[in-house]
């Protein structure tokens, strides 16, 4: 598995590519997303490398992180989702500040 590969998986997996932050506004939030993305890729690089853990376990590893990384965000989002439903903010305010989808905020 290539530097390259590995950044491109890390940042499929992480949700952080390029398309996804033309939206944020906060250039520093940006630079923050960058960077992870670029920690946990040498991370895995390292892994790869300096411990010559398998292209494939790194993969597995990649795979079951993000999935976790998802759970967690599925998570917060249903927790905010019902915290400002309950103060009285409108479903689309909602969708707007959280990235929610509409149908999911029953």
């Known amino acids: 598995m290539s ?10 997996h992480l949700n952080v590519n390029s398309t996804e932050l033309k939206n944020i506004d906060n250039e520093k939030t940006l630079m923050e997303s960058n960077l992870l993305a670029e920690s ?7 892994l790869e490398s300096q411990y010559l853990v398998p292209a494939t376990t ?4 990649i795979t079951e992180v993000s999935r ?9 989002r249903n927790k905010l ?7 009285g903010i409108s479903e ?9 989808k509409i149908s999911s905020i029953t």
């Open 58 to 61: 790194i993969q597995y590893i």
């Open 92 to 100: 689309q305010l909602i969708h707007k500040r959280c990235c929610i």
């Open 40 to 46: 946990v890729a040498q991370f895995y690089l390292k």
């Open 3 to 12: 530097s390259n590969n590995v950044h491109l998986e890390i940042n499929d």
């Open 68 to 76: 976790m990384h998802d759970e967690t965000q599925d998570i917060l």
């Open 81 to 87: 989702t019902k915290k400002f439903a309950a103060q």
